[in-house]
């Protein structure tokens, strides 16, 4: 079954440090997502993105935040310079289509960010 | 999209049936009812979602009521694997994010 992969499984950072996370969605998918969840919090929606371009971003997403699609098959998320709050768990997520009735998202298992 | 309101937590015995509520007494005409759920630390797995009929898939049922204000989401033979927090997600049609609450934390019990 396909299946939405991340890596790394988890990411060590000094503060200030730039990272990026990398996601690979299922191949015929078309939207794209990331999400975070910062320990013992809920999920919360970052950022969603489609034909190369961010189409829904939440407030949290802000200029240190930018994510692309690079070649045919990874979506990633960079942190410019990463905070301690910051530190998180981040999924990644896709869906064949976006707003319609059938948006299901199947979700990666995520990468865990530490930032010291 | 509308608010949720679900209990904090619920046990179910393994084997038998789970019952998770959800109150979305705000929902509107074009929001749909998710079911999600996060075993321990993974990502979110999709359940099952609806707009007004009953669904049945090979993992769960929804129930939604004729005025749509809640709905139920049915595990109908609970096992110990399907201890996990689940999230009762209304999403508008036009919006493609999952806005996740706290959820259920559903623990079957052998």
């Known amino acids: 079954e396909p299946e939405v992969t991340q890596t790394p499984s988890h990411q060590v950072t000094q503060m200030g440090q730039e990272v990026i996370l990398r996601c690979v969605p299922i191949s015929n998918h078309l939207y794209f997502y990331w999400y975070r969840q910062i320990l013992g919090q809920k999920v919360e929606f970052l950022v969603s993105?489609?034909?190369?371009?961010?189409?829904?971003k939440s407030e949290i997403f802000d200029d240190q935040f930018s994510v692309e699609r690079p070649d045919g098959s990874n979506f990633t998320l960079k942190i410019r310079s990463t905070k301690l709050e910051d530190s998180a768990m981040y999924f990644c997520a896709s869906s064949f289509t976006g707003t319609s009735n059938y948006n299901e998202q199947f979700f990666g298992p995520g990468t865990r960010l530490t930032v010291l | 999209d509308a608010k949720t309101t679900q209990p904090p937590s619920m046990d179910c015995a393994e084997g038998r049936a789970a019952n998770l509520p959800c109150n979305h007494s705000?929902?509107?005409?074009?929001?749909?009812v998710y079911w999600y759920r996060q075993i321990h630390s993974q990502g979110p797995q999709y359940i099952i979602h609806g707009l007004k009929n009953n669904e049945t898939n090979e993992m769960a049922s929804l129930i939604i009521t004729e005025d749509r204000k809640s709905s139920t989401l049915i595990l109908p033979h609970a096992t110990l694997r399907d201890t996990a927090v689940y999230y009762c997600?209304?999403?508008?049609?036009?919006?493609?994010?999952?806005?996740f609450g706290a959820g259920t934390r559903l623990t079957v019990k052998p």
């Open positions: 705000t929902i509107s005409g074009n929001e749909y």
């Open positions: 997600i209304v999403r508008s049609y036009n919006n493609n994010d999952m806005r």
């Open positions: 993105f489609y034909n190369n371009e961010i189409s829904e």
